[in-house]
């Protein structure tokens, strides 16, 4: 049951997916800074 | 200071000891005061790595960087969110399952006493060194720019913290750091608004990051690639940042007790692991929010007088030196030029809007002139500085502070200096809590007899409070040796993170290679680190390249496992000769 309770995670449905979802957002800002740097400069 | 801005100091600081006292009931042995039971929610789990992370400097260093050095210095936390992935996936596991109170009990598990001891020993002199000296930074700040008397100052940003964090533990530290942290964030949050406010009317929030742009401000991304190639000094760029930073992130959540103990504190596998995972999604965000402060600043002050030198201290000693009639005329030559770049500037806003290309591209280029004469200015009064006081001659760590100084309302000045006290306790208490850890887990506890569950309780809260005055006293005799010293440590530290990392890397992922391999490529890296850092000053060693200290932790780490993996079977074969000679048929 305790094991049970600690696999289950919030929003997703694996840890994989936990960690590309973290990377992901990564790319997305190294992107979105990317693209302000060109806008601002 | 008003008195309403000593009100609002005290009765923060204040309130921040009550709640921990009140927050420090624990269970009186030693996984109720170094792990809280192991009992925290993520979301607890998270604040604490963070407020352990986020130090004074942090708060007062990130906007001056980004006013001198631009947003580029965001690109140091690229690392931070692959580094949380590969903790997630090897480090907590193991920890957890083997259910350690330090980083360094598993290295005697996997390899000898003398691994982990050594790991352990160099743990605390670079943490107990560094803490010391995060007492000792922010508080010569505030001091130089409010007059305060610094033993004091130091008194109270090391000392207030001990009481709670002697009294409840890592429960305290992380209960304490949640509010710690949401305080932080109003007043920062509080604090760009009022910067915003503090423009001309005619100038937006956008506008202001169009003029910085200009400067050169919104560097955000560079490739740190040169005419002459990649420029392997370059501090902040994206290949330092992601690489680089990476080794050192993983290294400093990976091996470092005062980390390692934040997510040791968690329920589970499970909670460790969302409070790393989303510390890497909401670092970068949150320190580029911090560094947008910075950018802003600058900018008011391109509408606005900005001092010769941020450090107001150094300017009154410079104004009543032997210099005093070059630091006027220097003065008079700086506020004229400053006249005019505000000038230029509304106009350049002006054209901007008309969508006067024409007149924008050269309002632009005459706006870049100017800040170069500027620093020209500032560079010749750092100049005289360093010969009429031993003060601090790089402002950047003073520009955040002065700002708020000069300008903030009263009320918001009072609690913005005293974030600065509560994000220095939020990663001081951490790092005592650390310490006490791996001094009673790795050394007391180790190496004497058996005590009772109350005696080891009791003990650890002294070695806590010894930490404490320790660090204190590290603050004190920083002071005498002026500021070269923050910079020496913060080297130091990097020097010796890459070598660590190695160690627990080898120990995760090649399990053919034992202690004693370990520990000599341990040395034999070490040492080539320490070289390679010192190459200019070693007249032999010129032929090495000249490289930033955020290569060293990945230079590090990967060298202890390149030559542990070289010296494994050379032990193996010393070894079984050894057992050749000692068996009973080389004896017949």
Same mark, same amino acid.
């Given at each position: 049951?305790?094991?049970n309770?600690?696999?289950?995670?919030?929003l997703?449905?694996s840890?994989?997916q936990?960690?590309?979802?973290?990377?992901?957002?990564?790319?997305?800002?190294i992107?979105?800074?990317?693209?302000?740097?060109?806008?601002?400069? | 200071?008003?008195?309403?801005?000593?009100?609002?100091?005290?009765?923060?600081?204040?309130?921040?000891?009550?709640?921990g006292?009140?927050?420090?009931?624990?269970?009186?042995?030693?996984?109720?005061?170094?792990?809280?039971?192991?009992?925290m929610p993520? &979301?607890?789990?998270?604040?604490?790595?963070?407020?352990?992370q986020?130090?004074?400097?942090?708060?007062?260093?990130?906007p001056?960087?980004?006013?001198?050095?631009?947003?580029?210095?965001v690109q140091?936390?690229?690392?931070?969110?692959?580094?949380?992935?590969?903790?997630?996936?090897?480090?907590?596991?193991?920890?957890?399952?083997?259910?350690?109170?330090? +980083?360094?009990?598993y290295?005697?598990?996997?390899?000898?006493?003398?691994?982990?001891?050594?790991?352990?020993?160099?743990?605390?002199?670079?943490?107990?060194?560094?803490?010391?000296?995060?007492?000792?930074?922010?508080?010569?700040?505030?001091?130089?720019?409010?007059?305060?008397?610094i033993?004091?100052?130091?008194?109270?940003? %090391?000392?207030?913290?001990?009481?709670?964090?002697?009294?409840? %533990?890592?429960?305290?530290?992380?209960?304490?750091q949640?509010l710690?942290?949401?305080?932080?964030?109003?007043?920062?949050?509080?604090?760009?608004y009022?910067?915003?406010h503090?423009?001309?009317?005619?100038?937006?929030?956008?506008?202001?990051?169009?003029?910085?742009?200009?400067?050169?401000?919104?560097?955000?991304?560079?490739?740190?690639?040169?005419?002459?190639?990649?420029n392997?000094?370059?501090?902040?760029?994206?290949?330092? %940042?992601?690489i680089?930073?990476?080794?050192?992130?993983?290294?400093?959540?990976?091996?470092d007790?005062?980390?390692?103990?934040?997510?040791?504190?968690?329920?589970?596998?499970?909670?460790?692991?969302?409070?790393?995972?989303?510390?890497?999604?909401?670092?970068?965000?949150?320190?580029?929010?911090?560094?947008?402060? %910075?950018?802003?600043?600058?900018?008011?002050?391109?509408?606005n007088?900005?001092?010769?030198?941020?450090?107001?201290?150094?300017?009154?000693?410079?104004?009543?030196?032997?210099?005093?009639?070059?630091?006027?005329?220097?003065?008079?030559?700086?506020?004229?030029?400053n006249?005019i770049?505000?000038?230029?500037?509304?106009?350049?806003?002006?054209?901007?809007?008309?969508?006067?290309?024409?007149?924008?591209?050269?309002?632009?280029?005459?706006?870049?002139?100017?800040?170069?004469?500027?620093? +020209?200015?500032?560079?010749?009064?750092?100049?005289?500085?360093?010969?009429?006081?031993?003060?601090?001659?790089?402002?950047?760590?003073?520009?955040?502070?002065?700002f708020?100084?000069?300008?903030?309302?009263?009320?918001?000045?009072?609690?913005?200096? +005293?974030?600065?006290?509560?994000?220095?306790?939020?990663?001081? +208490?951490?790092?005592?809590n650390?310490?006490?850890?791996?001094?009673?887990i790795?050394?007391?506890?180790?190496?004497?007899a058996?005590?009772?569950?109350?005696?080891?309780?009791?003990?650890?809260?002294? &070695?806590?409070?010894?930490?404490?005055?320790?660090?204190?006293?590290?603050?004190?005799?920083?002071?005498?040796?002026?500021?070269?010293l923050?910079?020496?440590?913060?080297?130091?530290?990097?020097?010796?993170?890459?070598?660590?990392?190695?160690?627990?890397?080898?120990?995760?992922?090649?399990?053919?290679?034992?202690?004693?391999?370990?520990?000599?490529a341990?040395?034999?890296?070490?040492?080539?680190?320490?070289?390679?850092?010192?190459?200019?000053?070693i007249?032999?060693?010129?032929?090495l390249?000249?490289?930033?200290?955020?290569?060293?932790?990945?230079?590090?780490a990967?060298?202890?496992m390149?030559?542990?993996?070289?010296?494994?079977?050379?032990?193996?074969?010393?070894?079984r000769?050894?057992?050749?000679?000692?068996?009973?048929? &080389?004896?017949?």
């Amino acid at each position: 049951m305790m094991d049970n309770q600690q696999d289950k995670l919030p929003l997703l449905k694996s840890w994989k997916q936990w960690y590309a979802v973290v990377i992901g957002f990564l790319i997305l800002l190294i992107i979105a800074f990317y693209l302000l740097t060109k806008t601002f400069s | 200071m008003t008195v309403i801005d000593w009100i609002v100091i005290v009765a923060t600081l204040l309130s921040i000891v009550v709640y921990g006292l009140y927050k420090s009931r624990t269970t009186k042995n030693l996984e109720g005061y170094f792990l809280s039971n192991r009992n925290m929610p993520w &979301y607890l789990v998270l604040l604490s790595i963070m407020g352990t992370q986020a130090s004074a400097i942090t708060f007062l260093s990130a906007p001056g960087q980004a006013y001198s050095d631009g947003m580029r210095f965001v690109q140091y936390y690229f690392g931070l969110p692959i580094a949380m992935v590969v903790i997630c996936i090897t480090f907590v596991p193991i920890y957890n399952r083997l259910k350690v109170y330090t +980083a360094y009990e598993y290295l005697e598990n996997r390899f000898d006493i003398k691994t982990r001891t050594l790991t352990s020993f160099l743990f605390l002199l670079q943490r107990g060194l560094s803490t010391g000296i995060s007492i000792y930074a922010p508080s010569i700040i505030l001091s130089s720019l409010f007059g305060w008397d610094i033993l004091w100052t130091n008194i109270v940003m %090391g000392g207030l913290l001990i009481i709670y964090t002697v009294s409840g %533990g890592a429960r305290a530290v992380a209960y304490t750091q949640k509010l710690q942290l949401i305080i932080i964030f109003i007043a920062m949050f509080l604090a760009g608004y009022t910067v915003v406010h503090l423009l001309p009317s005619s100038v937006s929030f956008v506008d202001a990051l169009s003029v910085s742009g200009k400067m050169g401000k919104m560097n955000i991304i560079t490739s740190g690639v040169t005419e002459k190639g990649f420029n392997w000094n370059d501090r902040y760029n994206i290949w330092s %940042g992601v690489i680089g930073g990476f080794f050192l992130a993983l290294s400093y959540f990976g091996t470092d007790q005062s980390q390692v103990g934040r997510y040791l504190t968690a329920q589970n596998n499970r909670e460790s692991k969302l409070g790393l995972l989303m510390n890497g999604l909401v670092k970068i965000p949150m320190q580029f929010f911090i560094l947008s402060i %910075g950018v802003l600043v600058f900018a008011f002050y391109q509408f606005n007088h900005s001092p010769i030198s941020f450090n107001s201290a150094l300017v009154a000693e410079a104004n009543t030196s032997q210099y005093k009639d070059s630091v006027q005329l220097l003065q008079h030559g700086f506020d004229s030029i400053n006249q005019i770049k505000s000038a230029k500037t509304i106009s350049f806003i002006q054209a901007e809007k008309e969508k006067n290309i024409a007149h924008q591209n050269a309002l632009s280029a005459d706006l870049k002139l100017l800040n170069q004469q500027t620093e +020209a200015y500032r560079t010749k009064f750092k100049e005289i500085g360093k010969k009429v006081s031993d003060k601090d001659t790089n402002d950047t760590n003073y520009v955040f502070l002065s700002f708020v100084k000069d300008y903030l309302p009263i009320g918001l000045k009072g609690l913005l200096i +005293a974030i600065i006290f509560l994000a220095a306790w939020g990663s001081i +208490a951490a790092a005592l809590n650390s310490l006490a850890s791996s001094t009673m887990i790795d050394f007391h506890k180790r190496f004497s007899a058996r005590e009772s569950s109350l005696s080891e309780y009791h003990t650890s809260k002294l &070695y806590t409070l010894v930490w404490g005055i320790f660090c204190i006293l590290i603050a004190q005799f920083a002071h005498r040796l002026g500021n070269s010293l923050i910079e020496t440590v913060n080297i130091l530290g990097s020097l010796f993170y890459g070598v660590i990392l190695g160690i627990f890397l080898v120990a995760f992922y090649l399990k053919n290679v034992k202690g004693t391999a370990t520990f000599i490529a341990a040395l034999i890296v070490e040492v080539f680190v320490v070289f390679l850092f010192f190459n200019e000053q070693i007249s032999f060693l010129k032929f090495l390249p000249d490289i930033s200290f955020l290569w060293l932790n990945a230079i590090g780490a990967l060298g202890v496992m390149l030559v542990s993996l070289c010296i494994q079977p050379m032990i193996k074969q010393k070894n079984r000769r050894a057992e050749a000679l000692l068996s009973p048929s &080389y004896s017949k």
